[in-house]
């Protein structure tokens, strides 16, 4: 019972974000948005990749 609906689980979840990833594709990239790094120094890349971690980890 316990892993049919794990399975049950990880198939919506795979589902979700597929369908995220196939609706952001087809928006495609936004003219007005600049997609590089927002720091120019060494030490603001830096703790711009630590931010994404930190986003990512406790997102």
Same mark, same amino acid.
């Given at each position: 019972?316990?892993?049919?609906?794990?399975?049950?689980?990880?198939?919506? $979840?795979?589902?979700?974000?597929?369908?995220?990833?196939?609706? =952001?594709?087809?928006?495609? #990239?936004?003219?007005?948005?600049?997609?590089?790094?927002?720091? $120019?120094?060494?030490?603001?890349?830096?703790?711009?990749?630590? =931010?994404a971690?930190?986003? #990512?980890?406790?997102?």
């Amino acid at each position: 019972m316990a892993t049919r609906f794990g399975l049950k689980r990880l198939d919506e $979840s795979g589902l979700y974000s597929t369908i995220a990833w196939i609706a =952001s594709a087809h928006k495609g #990239i936004q003219p007005d948005v600049h997609y590089g790094p927002k720091s $120019s120094t060494t030490t603001g890349m830096v703790f711009d990749f630590l =931010s994404a971690l930190g986003n #990512i980890a406790f997102a």
